[in-house]
């Protein structure tokens, strides 16, 4: 096969993809997997392991606005390194979601056992299933088939998923109805953006960052990891506005300032990545709607235009890293297919 084409495929199918996960969670019955669980009385801890983790940050933003309750994400290094930090009361009512694609990630499975061995039921959330859905009697597993190293649809659907679910519990239908209109916004979108980020990865770069804040903050964090797992290139993430506090001094006309920018913070945010382009950054944008200066002076800049809430955008935001990874990868003579050093599942040996 062609390098990177089951990647590229992936990352091409996630219109199907979304349509066939958002089919299956509306026949779903919530009420076994998470009706005793309400988040009002239940602390939802997101955890896992690389994109899983991001997306475990992303999953608690929306929790947090949608079900307007406090709620955590994880590593699930974390959980057993210093369990006393993420559990330091006992009796606290927590609810842990364990994300894996794989569902055979070493930490994930320690963590499944933990819990088991403590009493604490978890939900799993997984596309392959594997070991992690006999350790629990609540799983929800995706009709998600990924041969990739790199999680794209996947992770997408899985974030798609956790928001589902998020709303549902919330009672906000129009948010449900948000998500279904996801597939068609992006089938529309992936041919006008596909080919310009294809000739954007023709330059070279000699480091790149990307910032996002709010629930774009584990987004710009996915946007780094997916850059630097498909290209083997160097990429940071950062709080937008945190950028100007010593981390722009990296930026030259080989560095790369990618800006997930939202429209809450849309001022302040495009302040920062028109500051960059001033000093002489190549600069990345990516909005629902953007300015005409940021129009102007962007290198690439991609408008979803998106007739949904804010929340409800950010597993679009996701899809041009995912395609900027793998086209930067092409063009440094890698295989996004088979990223140097990288498997597809993390199993640790003891
Ligand atoms: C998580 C993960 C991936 C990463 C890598 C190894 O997997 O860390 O995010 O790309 O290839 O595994 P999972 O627990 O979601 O299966």
Request: aromatic share 8%; proline share 5%.
């Amino acid at each position: 096969m062609e390098s990177g084409g089951a990647t590229l495929r992936e990352i091409h199918s996630q219109p199907e993809v979304w349509g066939r996960c958002l089919n299956t969670l509306d026949k779903l019955d919530l009420e076994p997997l998470v009706g005793d669980k309400d988040p009002r009385t239940h602390e939802w801890l997101f955890v896992g392991c690389g994109t899983s983790y991001y997306l475990a940050q992303a999953a608690a933003a929306t929790f947090t606005v949608l079900a307007a309750v406090p709620v955590r994400a994880v590593p699930a290094s974390e959980i057993l390194l210093f369990p006393g930090l993420v559990f330091p009361n006992e009796e606290a009512a927590i609810f842990p979601v364990l994300i894996s694609r794989s569902g055979h990630t070493s930490e994930v499975l320690q963590v499944a056992e933990f819990l088991r061995q403590r009493g604490v039921e978890f939900l799993a959330v997984t596309c392959d299933g594997n070991e992690l859905t006999h350790l629990s009697t609540r799983t929800l597993k995706l009709p998600v088939t990924e041969e990739s190293t790199v999680m794209t649809s996947s992770f997408t659907s899985m974030l798609m998923a956790l928001q589902y679910i998020a709303a549902r519990l919330a009672g906000q239908d129009e948010f449900v109805d948000a998500l279904h209109a996801l597939p068609a916004a992006l089938a529309r979108l992936l041919p006008i953006y596909g080919p310009r980020i294809e000739k954007f990865a023709q330059r070279s770069f000699d480091d790149a960052a990307f910032l996002g804040q709010g629930a774009l903050y584990p987004i710009a964090s996915e946007t780094a990891l997916k850059v630097m797992e498909s290209s083997s290139s160097y990429a940071q993430f950062f709080h937008t506005l945190e950028f100007r506090h010593g981390p722009m001094s990296i930026v030259s006309e080989k560095v790369l300032v990618g800006a997930l920018l939202s429209e809450t913070g849309y001022t302040e945010e495009s302040a920062v990545l028109l500051e960059m382009k001033g000093l002489g950054g190549c600069t990345l944008a990516i909005a629902n709607q953007l300015s005409p200066e940021v129009l102007r002076s962007a290198d690439l800049a991609i408008e979803l235009a998106l007739p949904v809430p804010e929340l409800a955008r950010l597993v679009v935001y996701v899809v041009w890293s995912q395609l900027l990874g793998s086209r930067l990868g092409l063009r440094k003579g890698l295989d996004p297919d088979s990223p140097r050093h990288l498997s597809r599942v993390v199993t640790l040996v003891h």
